[in-house]
């Protein structure tokens, strides 16, 4: 007697639950979709700012970075994504100076650690957020940070200008 | 005419019209003829848009089941994705599979599509569609329906993979068990109708539909028939000749292009031939909603074309089955068999001897109240 | 554990002890066998854990250190160590039967470093190909691509084992056939929906049944522990996130206790309350992605978008602080990198809320489903003692009923402030595992909501040297990640580099123990009892 009871008892309590799952999958049927429809949303699309995506060095408007090329982010990077190719120069004074030529990083083998910036020292360079950057060729990933004919700004200026925006 | 006139909709006008100026102008075989490859050509394309329909629908159900949007950028709310999907697959390489038996390969597939295109043909659409009308319709059905196993059993046989091997003798155990349950549900719906015969079995529910007259015992018969149904498209949560999160896809891992898209099609198709043979045994086929004695209601209803009643009951069984297959995880090979051999059969067993008594003794609704 | 010193120096009367950061003894190899075993057998308090495995180059001999402790009290610990100055053919005892977890872990060794195991019962490099040429943690280790080039042949796999064995004649190499004669094999992985990574199983079927598994892994062996023998500490930090990907930000945690413990850097409390939540805010993430992969192992798809779903949430708070959604790098040496932004608290109590709303959801969608429950209970048991012989932690441990939370049994963080329970099931089946899943976010929940309105001002992160340097020494940390007990240690000679980095990864002991509880089910069960053991294969292939 008693397993026949089992079997119903299972049967209906079967039943039931897999009428508990149905009851969600309806409800889900009209809930909201969470779906993000990509490139049409790009104008409403809000990336988060701390969001890692590219490193960039920022430039005021008189084409001057913060980078003296000191190395340390090169150093500090664990798998060679930074390059820094930098010339000695004398100064009017007459002192030599190092000065940045160029700034290489390349996307692709970058691993978005961060070390480099949290260890500039004179926060030359940061992420930001503009995720966008793919590209169909390889090399296209090695990019130039350090714009066409800029300079190090000045120390005076520094305390002036609103630091590395 | 005066019947022309009450239902201007329906196709059925087309082809008595049809059928009237042929006969006038062309000796009886030439007739014949013409209206076979018509009737042919018709029920192919029917077949494919169907399926593609089909898919759309699913894929659509599917998002909105799953919090997503589903298809949405080829065309208005992604409109043509299944017909580009076609397209994909017609042009796909047949990828030649080095070791396996070449012709059971290549047969596969057709016994696949065979079996369901047969099926497809004696289906009741509407009034006067109806391509064939055996006196034996649910029989031929149910046989000629039962082919397509061949074709699973000889894909994952010919494809030399363990993994189709696998899937395809779950297949093998899947589909004869449930067969049988399908069978018995369909045998207990004659019992109570009194025919095989689709147009008979139809008018016979004019105003009473088969679920109804037979209550208890016909509703049980309904959802035991909708079980083993779903379970026999080898379609969620019955999907383990496939199961793609253990053999990858089962018995057809081996297949692409044109050949993977029959196995497709066939799918989409087998799910519509169960819903559309449930709608005709069970819920009135083509008839539209009628009710004994309210004439003016009965009226309006039977302005709608009855073919659209037909896709409207056959629509709403394939939104069950979506909504089944998506709420559901996948059953065990040994789940699976108990479920059929410990419950469907032995239910169905004695569904059938409670239906004779209700017959017998006159306990149908037909009887207790008088409906024609 | 004065009496436990006793009983090693009665046991062993050569044994060194030594106090450093733990109890550490020092035998010959050919004592460790007899030492480990009385130690696992001391009525008193047994050594029944095996939690690691390391082996170290250490220059004039090869080594082993075994941490081991007690299954009842996790913060009883030891270390057990041992070399041979044999660098052509060093062999040293298997302890394989003594802790099933050693097999692999031993065969690890070998492939790493080259010390073989007398008594293993399979020999077979781990991660690596049998014709590897070189030992690549060996300090001496030629990196010449030339040796051991990429080749692109297919090859065919070989399912024999080589093994020395010890018989009264003495050492007998011999060549034993891991399966049976004739079987029926198919490859699970290592491409396949259903394996969480890069995993092959190599499965002899009967039937529909699972007769034998064998494991074969390191299609993704990255060595990051050789690479990191190079790296500053800080620059190996990045690392971390990448074994375990689901628990980042807890690996990263317990690679950074490691590092300040041994350079004694305090870490502000402000650090510690961001630490915990982050913490607990990635065991949700992880359990929810179990969770999902689970249902959908099992064959409910839809059910792996909801669990997707509630992650994404996370996975937004964690991009709105530190900018990265998986690999978060959040923890650095000292404290956080990243505070925490403005409207975080407020983000953190919605998502509490709306969680357990889920949580309810899960638990009617799926949990009591008839069919889902027939594919859990009494599927893929794990008794205690094989969990234990197995060192399977985490929820898959706990659900054999062992208590084995390192936040409870060695408190670290803020876990001693915090009032939680931890989740111990009896029954060691599938459905057990799932449940302490769902419970276990729960109880995160539970912890963040204590923590979320008192995070304190402050430091975000101690000062620490421009260059850290640990002193001479060897460093245990061990945490509780998502899928069990992250370990780190780090063995320095007082450099900015370390002499020796290792990792414990939870993962592999859960692998490890799959062929054990799979076999003689069903095939469509040993997926869906590798979707509730819930291991991340980049963990094991570090």
Known sequence: MSSITEYFSGLFTGIRSLMGGMSVTWKELWTKKVTQQYPENRDTLVISDRFRAELVMPHDENNEHACTSCGICQLNCPNGTINITSEMIETAEGKKKKILSKYSWDLGMCTFCNLCVITCPSDAIKFNNTFENAVFTRSKLIQTLNKEGSKLREKKKETLAPKGE | MLLNYSHPLEISNLTTWLDTTLRSSMPEFWVLFIEFALVIVALLTAYAVIALILIYAERKITAFFQARYGPNRVGKWGLLQSLADMIKILLKEIVKITRSDRFLFFAAPFFMIVASMATFGAIPFGKGLLAVDFNIGVLYVTAVSSVGII???????????????????????????????????????????????????????????????????????????????????????????????????????????????????????????????????????????????????????????????????????????????????????????????????????????????????????KDLFGII | ???????????????????????????????????????????????????KLIGVDRGEELGVNYLLCSSTDLSKELVLKTGTSDRENPLLYSITDIFETAHFNEREVYALLGIRFINNPDMRKFFLNADWVGYPLRKDYDANPELNPLSFESVEMVDTAPRIMETPDGLVEETVNVFEDDPYIINIGPQ??????????????????????????????????????????????????RLDYLSANINRHGLCMCVEKAAEIEVPERAQYIRTIMDELNRIDSHCLAWACQTNDLGATTAFIYGMREREIILDIFDKTCGGRLIINQNVVGGVMFDIYNQFQKDVKDFVIYMRSKLREYDRFFSHNVIALGRMVKIGNLSKEDAISYAVTGPAGRASGWSCDIRKHIPYALYNQVEFKEIIRTEGDSYARYLNRLDEIEESLHIIEQLIDNIPEGEICAKTKAIIKLPEGEYYSRIEACRGEFGVFIESRGERFPYRLKFRSPSMALVSAMPLICKNEKISDFIGIGGSMDYVIPDIDR
């Open chain 2, 151 to 365: 074709g699973v059993l000889l894909a994952g046989w010919s494809s030399n993979n363990k993994y189709s091997m696998i899937g395809a003798m779950r297949s093998g155990a899947q589909f004869v068990s449930y067969e049988l349950s399908a069978g018995f549900a369909l045998m207990t719906i004659v019992v109570l109708a009194g025919t095989m015969q689709f147009s008979e079995l139809i008018e016979g529910q004019r105003y009473c539909w088969n679920i109804f007259n037979g209550h208890i015992s016909s509703i049980i018969a309904f959802v035991i028939y909708l079980i083993s149904g779903h379970a026999e498209t080898n379609r969620g949560p019955f999907d383990l000749p496939e199961a793609e999160s253990e053999l990858t896809a089962g018995y057809h891992t081996e297949y692409s292009g044109l050949q993977f898209g029959f196995y497709y099609l066939a799918e989409y198709l087998n799910m519509f031939i169960i819903a559309s043979i449930a709608t005709t045994v069970f819920l009135g086929g083509f008839l539209p909603i009628q009710v004994q004695g309210w004439d003016a209601f009965n009226g309006i209803m039977d302005f709608i074309p009855s073919y659209v009643w037909f896709f409207a009951k056959t629509a709403v069984l394939i939104f069950l089955s979506l909504w089944v297959r998506w709420s559901f995880p996948r059953l065990r090979i040994d789940q699976l068999l108990n479920l059929e051999w410990k419950y469907l059969l032995p239910i169905n067993l004695v569904n059938i001897v409670v239906m004779v008594i209700l017959v017998l003794t006159g306990l149908t609704l």
């Open chain 3, 1 to 51: 554990m004065e009496k436990i010193k006793e009983l090693i120096l009665n046991t062993v009367p050569d044994a060194v002890i030594e106090q450093k950061q733990k109890l550490t003894v020092t035998v010959a190899w050919q004592q460790l066998h007899l030492l480990v075993k009385t130690l696992r057998d001391n009525a008193e308090l047994p050594f029944d854990f095996l939690v």
């Open chain 3, 192 to 241: 396949h929906p259903s394996t969480h990574g890069v995993m092959h199983f190599r499965t002899a079927l009967d039937g529909e049944i699972v007769k034998k598994i064998d494991v074969h892994s390191g299609y993704i062996h990255r060595g990051i522990e050789k690479l990191s023998e190079n790296l500053t500490y800080p620059q190996i930090l990045h690392f971390t996130d």
